[in-house]
């Protein structure tokens, strides 16, 4: 039997990493299986819907580089992917659950639940929620609320005795009493838009999904998706609710450590913000994919083209996930170091554009500059923090020049030295390496340490103590600035030698 699973977001807000996590559990399980991965849309909450969520999902998925077999925009067999363009099934289906007397019509008007509420709430009930008042309605009360015009919903009838019982291949058997089920829950608002429990249900019937993946929050719902499957008729799929996706807080007085649901608290819980942050869809993708799941323990580095062919079910945690931002900022910095330098400037660009540092037009500086920085990079928006040096910080203090145990007399002969030669080199196109090892041994000829002739260097071009290497500085802000800088630090050690 083919695999289909799908991923089912309602786009009412950024995807979040949980949301991802899912997704890309539901796609390396289906690419694993040579099996199809379904997008599917739903949007039946439309006062919570926005478009823009929508697109977050699209752009969210193109830039992990997700692609779904069948789903909005690619289509497939079971075209509509969007619910609220599948309506006219939902009602049909209701219809003819209502015709098999597995639901009815209910013309309970909003102040009559309302009013249910309230004395459920004062009286301390027992039983909360719908008090079946509609189920056993007789044809004569019906046609009279029709005649009133009233426009019913359609409820479910759930079994008020036994009990119901689904299977997760995580969590084994899981058995809810029906009495404690929703009594009689919506399935068919009096708009015609379905609930959810009604439309999933149909759309994954319809859609031969055999496998639901799906976050562990969804659990409560499972015993009422078994019934509705039942008076449908239909074989349920298989179910593998995912553990949650957790942050770590540590109180900031007892030092204990918590664990809570994965929110804002924690950190950027969108991955629009983990990308505009400067994380790669390398690092994100994976590790994202080991919150809950792990190859054999050992291994942590996969490509997306590795996880399609290694993902598992059985492999996956019991226990929650938890999502540790560390190290989630050390996957990133090693994926960036896998970059070419080429690959790399083209990610930094946008930032440095952004920043203002840098025109579209100028790539190669910024090129020049990459080596420099590419060990020391955790996001690529550190980039910009490194471009600090660039802000001229006016004329450096004296102090700040002369390099321990030496006087001004000495750094001023150092820095002469140094900056012959490093004009020279710039003039010769010399490497990095080439500039630095000839430094050193210009260093050594003079009887100076190689701090000797650095720092300086440093404190003159970048007027900071801690920067990207001097050579990358120059290179980045141009030899003539840089040069400018250089003879404006000799000046501070004249006036002082
Ligand atoms: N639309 C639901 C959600 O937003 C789908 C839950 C499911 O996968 O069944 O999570
Ligand atoms: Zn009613």
Known sequence: MEVRVRYAPSPTGLQHIGGVRTALFNYFFARAKGGKFILRVEDTDRERYSDQSLQDLYDTLDWLGIKWDEGPVVGGPHTPYVQSERLEIYQEYAKKLVDMGKAYYCYCTPERLDALRKKQEEEKSPVQGYDRHCRNLTQEERAELEKQGIRPVIRLKVPTEGSTTFHDILMGDITRENKDISP??????????????????????MMGITHIMRAQEWIPSGPLHIILYQAFGWEPPVYCHLPMVMGKEVDPVTGEVHFAKLSKRHGSTSVRDFRAKGYLPEALLNYVSLVGWSYDGEKEFFTREELEKVFNL???????????????????????????????????MPYMVNAGILKETE????LAFVPGVKDRLVLLSDVVTMCEFLKDQGKPAVQLLIPKKMDAQSTLKALELTYAFVKKGFAEKMTDQQLQDGLCALAAENGFKNAAMFNPLRTAVTGLQVSPPPFSCIRLMGEQEAFRRIERAIDVLKEEA
Not at 188 to 205: E, Q, R
Request: negative net charge; without cysteine.
């Open 184 to 205: 009689d829950p919506v399935l068919l608002k009096s708009d015609g838009y379905p609930t959810y429990h009604l439309a999933n249900v149909i759309d994954d019937h």
């Open 314 to 348: 059985e492999s996956i945690n019991k226990a929650p996930g938890v999502f540790d931002y560390q190290k989630l900022d050390w996957f990133n910095g090693q994926y960036i170091r896998m970059k070419t330098d080429e690959e790399l400037a083209d990610l930094l």
């Open 363 to 366: 790539k190669q500086r910024l």
